[in-house]
Structures are given as C-alpha cells and as structure tokens.
C-alpha cells in the first residue's frame, strides 16, 4: 500500500496506490489535495459493525515494514521518540478477548499481527512499537526459591521515555509485560519483577525503550545472598565463560542463556577441565526468540566435582548472551555473576583488585578460546597509577583456563593493597577473562574490558538506602591523565551531585553514592570523560553476602 | 473505516434524537481499532510525500456484507482530521479486496464509487489475495 504526491497534470497530486505481489503498482484514486506534507500517520486494524451488539468478526492482518522515501531512498520509519510516542493501542473492553496486537513476529519489531485475539499473547498495548533501544534480561526471577529481580532501567536521553518490559518464559510466551509511558530524562525506574503478576517464576526479559536506556538487574535471595549483571551483556553465535564450578569447594553454577535472535536457537554448553580437556556437553535446541534456558551444573553428574571453563556456542547461527551465577551451598553463602564473554583481547583491564583490603582478595579467571597456548602477566598498579608489580607470566592452555590471585602475591602486593590492574598478553592468542572478588562469606563477579572503554559511562543502579551503599570503581586504561565528571542523579533524573575527579594513567579513582544522595536516595549516576575509561560498580550492604558488582555501560 | 465511523456518528446523532423524541431502544455504536500510530515528528518523514507499508490478511472474515474487517495505512493531509487518506485492504464473507478512500474530493481511477466522491473498492481479489 502506498501513498505518494506525484504529479498529476495540470499538478501535484495525492495518489493512493497498491502493489500486488509480483511488484506491479496500479494507482487507485487520486486526491485532491496541495497538501506537501503529513500530520499524522496510522497502520490499523479495523472491525465494522451495525449496531448495537459488537459481533467481533474475525479479523486477521499482518502489517510488515511501513517506510518513507526520501532522497529517492525507503527508509523504514523510524524508532520511537518519548514525546511522539509509537505505539499500538486497542479499543477499550476488545483486548485480550477479541482483538490484540502479537508484535515483534519473528524477532522483527516492525513486523506485527493485528486482529482476532483469544490468547495472552496478543497485547492490547505496545509502546514503543518501534523501540529505540532493546536490552536482553536473561535471569529473571519472582519469589523463585526466595529470589527476586530488581531491574534498574535509566533513560539515558534528554526527554521522556516510554519503556516497555516483557517477560518470557522458557518457551518463549509472553508471559507478562509492564509500562510505564514517562520515564524523565535521566531518570531511573526501578521494577520489582513480582510487579508483573509473576510469582514462583524465573525466566527471561526483553526492555524496548523509546530513548536509549541501560539497565542493571539486581537479583536478591534468601539469607541475603544477592548477585548483579548489566542487562546489556556481550552477544554472540559463541560466549566464554572462564569460570564455572560444580561441587567445587561448595561453589556451583547455573548458567542463564537467552536468545536474542529472530529465529529459534540450538544451543550447545562445552565443559572442558582447566588443561583445556574436554569434560561433558549439553545442548538445548529450539530456544524461542528471547527465551532463556538455564543449565545447572548441579544437574550434570559426569562432570564430578569440577573447576573449568565452558564454552556456549548457537549451532546454528542465532546470537546468544549469558550470564552465569555462581552460588555455594553455604547457608546464606555467597553469590556471583558475570557475563558470557565475546571478545577477546591482548591487554584487558580490571578495575579493583584487592589484597587483603578490608578483608577482600581478587581472582582473576582468564580463559583461552584459541588452540595454542597463551602467555600472560598481570600488572597490578596503585590508585595514584604508580605500578606496584608486575607478576610472572601464566601459560594457559589451549581451550583451558588459569587465574591470578591476589593471594599468591603478599609479599609483592603487601597487606593492604587496592588498585586497578591490567592484564597483558605476552604471547599466543588473544583471552577473556572475568574477576571474583571474594570476602568472608560474600562474593562479587564483573566482566574484564577488553578495550580501553568510553568517554561516556551509564551506571544505572546507584543507591544510599536501607543497608545499601554504592562503589564507583573508574580506571583510566591510558598512559595520560584523563578528567572525569560524575554526575548522581536520583530516579525522577534529577541532579544530586557531582564529582570532577582527575584520574591519573593507569590509574583509578573511587566513589561513593553516599557522598551525593542523602540517605534513603536511588537513582544513578553518569560518567563522562576526555579519554576512554571503564568502571564498575559495587553495591554493598551491611549483611551477609549483600555484595554485588556490575560492569558500567559503555555509551 | 473512519468513514464507517462518521457515518455512524451521524448515524448514533439522529438515533440519540429519536430517543429523546421516541424514547425508543438504546443504539450503541461500534467500530474495534487496533491501532498503530507511526512518528510524525522528524522533517524528514513528516515532508517525505511518499509512505507505504506491507499489508495482508491471513484470512477471511466472517463479516455478512455491507460490514467488514480491514486493516489500512493511513496519513492526515491536513492539521485536522478531516485531511485523513487511507488506502488498504478489506474482507468479508465474500472476499478480500483493495480500497482507498479520503475525506478529501477524490478522483476514481480504478474499481467501483463505493463512497462517491471520497473512495472506492475493488472487484473480489482484484490486485489482492488472501495471504499474500
């Protein structure tokens, strides 16, 4: 269906048009108008009936890829804007009985069903139809086990968004969903998974936005046990995952993949031993569009009592991403997550690192995707960028994995060091590698940057409230100084402080949300820099294992 | 369609006074949307004189002629609704068809006046078929 002005002698017209399915256009009508422009436009769906009872006669249409010419070029209509919201919406008291919307039709969020409904799936509100930004959320949870999701999400742009989260259960229905039309400029919402109606449920989630949005998932368990991930992890047909565990000293795994193609995905997980030895393989085919399934490793026996890294790989060509939790059986023991890693890299860069720091030590778990060996040494500076030691170099096998821990360096490190470290190649392939921070009874996991970072950091969780403090970790991976703003800001997006602290090269700088927020304050704050920088933020509490880390969101 | 929808406004307007003068049955009007409004905002779509999308029906209606399901692109030549031109496809028991119809003075080139002046409507899968 097409709507075109082109000249009708003796001038411009309106022409309303039509192609049938080999191409071929036929103009049906012209209209009268010297109109050079549009006010409004509409892709609908549409019942008529006579009065006065409504038949609800069947309807079933399929509205695929609207688009505008300009410069003689289609281009498909544009994104969601917060304040010229697109959105589907249906007559009251019609949805979901009678008529509803199925968007996204295969992953495709400018492909939609719109007609006679009958499922909870057809949703009587979409906004944004056409999301400006789609975040993945692979580990949900809702009163599952005594564990609940908590997703932080930011409207990273300069006016109002309206952000859409749908969850999706491991089959891939649409479970549930929730709105909110106005999240402000640099505001934070802070959604309760159990807010949707879901309860003794775990699965996955999808955030559309009509602004770009980062997002932070904090997940709260029993005996505080808590363990964080930002919800804009790598992608990829193949994820690392250096570290995972099964009865290793009480330390487990449960690894959370969703896919985050169009299509289905088959999924296959590779154990292999610290050497690089094969150890045990699972798959999982037919992973719907934006569903998660989790593999425990507790449920796989032929792996023993295990310590290696694993490899998740789409066998098919449909992107992943991961996060994997590692948990102890330790009554209230504590929790970890990080990232199924994409890229790998020669120099890494790790912002805390820890030596017996108010009871903290860092291991840092490296794996080599390659078939040769790689060689490499960590280089542990100080806050102020002095290097305080460079350790010897590590071979890590083909396919294996091997770590650095603060531990085996006392005497070089002393007994109270804390500092960003680098991790550097010296020879062989490329590696990934993430960090466990670990204390009595608490633990903490983020991701190492494979690249020097950004000049512009989104950290969308940030809090001074109940138990709860946040730690911004910033490294400056350059060899120059870079200078830094930090700007809090609490969840209507309004300023509450910043911060314009000089990082020295190689070196970091700490801070921390009670310096800005009073007390009992939420929000999130924003990292702008000259030079590239990466950070982390760790969110700590007073109890248990009420510790929790998450990468920065590099924009 | 809105031109079903006026019509029915019109149609509810002189029901509304027949009740008040007959205090005859309650009439209720109704037409079902679902409604998919596209960003206008940008200078370069809201002055690109050229929009289309892809439509088409998975399968039939069920609705006895005159009355129909359809599914329709649409844009408001004017600030008002009364610049409102759409073009799309309808369906009922006997067939799917194409149809264009403006609140504007319309000039036919194809198919029968079904709104003279203001639109029309193809023969039974001239042009289109169920989907495709």
Same mark, same amino acid.
């Given at each position: 269906m097409e709507l075109v002005r082109r000249y009708y002698a003796p001038d411009w017209k309106w022409v309303a048009r039509i192609y049938d399915t080999y191409g071929n256009g036929y103009d049906l009508a012209i209209i009268h108008s010297g109109s050079n422009r549009i006010y409004k436009a509409l892709c609908v769906t549409e019942e008529a009936y006579p009065d006065? =009872?409504?038949?609800f006669w069947t309807a079933k249409f399929y509205h695929y890829h609207p688009q505008y010419k300009s410069g003689g070029t289609w281009y498909d209509w544009p994104a969601s804007s917060g304040t010229n919201v697109n959105k589907i919406t249906t007559t009251? *008291?019609? %949805?979901?009985a009678h008529y509803g919307a199925l968007p996204y039709? *295969?992953?495709?969020?400018r492909y939609w069903y719109a007609g006679t409904a009958g499922s909870n799936?057809?949703? %009587? #509100? &979409?906004?944004?139809?056409?999301?400006a930004s789609t975040t993945y959320l692979p580990d949900i949870k809702a009163n599952y086990g005594g564990w609940n999701s908590f997703i932080a999400i930011r409207n990273n742009g300069s006016q109002t968004a309206a952000v859409q989260v749908a969850f999706y259960d491991s089959n891939g229905n649409h479970v549930a969903d929730k709105v909110k039309e106005n999240l402000s400029a640099r505001g934070t919402w802070i959604l309760p =998974?159990?807010?949707?109606? !879901?309860?003794n449920w775990r699965g996955s989630a999808v955030v559309y936005a009509s602004e770009d949005v980062g997002v932070v998932v904090n997940n709260h368990g029993p005996n505080n046990t808590n363990y964080s991930y930002s919800a804009a992890g790598p992608q990829g047909t193949t994820l690392y995952l250096p570290s995972t565990h099964r009865n290793d000293w009480g330390w487990y795994s449960d690894i959370a993949v969703q896919n985050v193609g169009t299509t289905a995905a088959n999924v296959r997980l590779t154990f292999r031993n610290a050497g690089g030895t094969y150890k045990h393989q699972v798959t999982a085919n037919n &992973?719907?569009?934006g569903a998660t399934r989790f593999f425990p490793?507790?449920?796989?026996? #032929? !792996?023993?009592s295990y310590y290696g890294p694993a490899v998740l790989e789409s066998t098919n060509g449909v992107p992943l991403t991961a996060v994997v939790r590692e948990w102890n059986t330790a009554s209230g023991g504590p929790d970890l997550a990080y990232h199924g890693l994409a890229s790998a890299a020669n120099r890494l860069y790790l912002p805390s690192q820890h030596k017996d720091s108010w009871g903290w030590t860092s291991w840092v778990h490296m794996q080599n995707p390659n078939s040769s060996s790689a060689t490499m040494r960590m280089r542990y500076y100080q806050?102020?960028?002095?290097?305080k030691y460079t350790t010897p170099t590590k071979t890590i096998p083909a396919h294996g994995s091997k770590y650095f821990w603060t531990g085996d360096y006392a005497s070089q490190l002393g007994s109270n060091y804390f500092g960003p470290a680098e991790l550097e190649r010296t020879s062989g392939g490329n590696v990934v590698a993430i960090c466990n921070e670990v204390n009595t009874g608490k633990a903490l996991s983020y991701s190492g940057f494979?690249?020097?970072?950004?000049s512009s950091l989104c950290l969308p969780a940030q809090g001074y409230v109940g138990d709860w403090n946040t730690w911004t970790f910033i490294q400056n991976p350059n060899g120059a100084s870079a200078n830094a703003t930090v700007t809090y800001r609490d969840t209507n997006g309004t300023w509450r402080g910043s911060s314009t602290p000089t990082i020295p090269g190689h070196g970091s700088a700490c801070l921390v949300a009670s310096d800005f927020f009073s007390y009992g304050t939420q929000g999130s704050a924003w990292v702008s820099a000259n030079r590239p920088v990466v950070t982390i933020v760790n969110q700590v509490?007073?109890?248990?294992?009420?510790t929790m880390s998450y990468n920065g969101l590099l924009r | 369609m809105k031109l079903v929808h006026r019509a029915k406004s019109l149609i509810r307007a002189l029901a509304i006074c027949t009740v008040l003068l007959t205090v005859a049955a309650p009439v209720l009007a109704g037409n079902d949307f679902i409604q998919g409004e596209l960003r206008v905002d940008r200078y370069e779509v809201y002055t690109a004189c050229d929009y289309q999308t892809l439509l088409y029906a998975g399968e039939g209606s069920n609705a006895p002629f005159p009355w129909f399901t359809c599914a329709w692109l649409s844009v408001h030549l004017?600030? @008002?609704? @009364?610049?409102f031109t759409q073009v799309g496809i309808l369906t009922d028991q006997t067939g799917v068809y194409w149809f264009a119809y403006s609140y504007l003075p319309v000039t036919i080139l194809?198919?029968? $006046?079904?709104? $003279?002046?203001h639109g029309c409507q193809g023969i039974p899968n001239d042009i289109v078929q169920l989907g495709r």
């Open positions: 006065p =009872a409504d038949p009251e *008291g019609t %949805c979901p039709l *295969g992953g495709d969020p799936q057809y949703w %009587c #509100q &979409v906004n944004p139809l056409f999301p =998974a159990t807010d949707a109606g !879901l309860n &992973v719907p569009p490793t507790a449920s796989y026996g #032929q !792996l023993g806050t102020n960028g002095a290097l494979p690249t020097t970072g950004s509490g007073s109890a248990g294992d009420q | 004017t600030s @008002e609704s @009364e610049g194809r198919g029968w $006046p079904k709104w $003279p002046g």
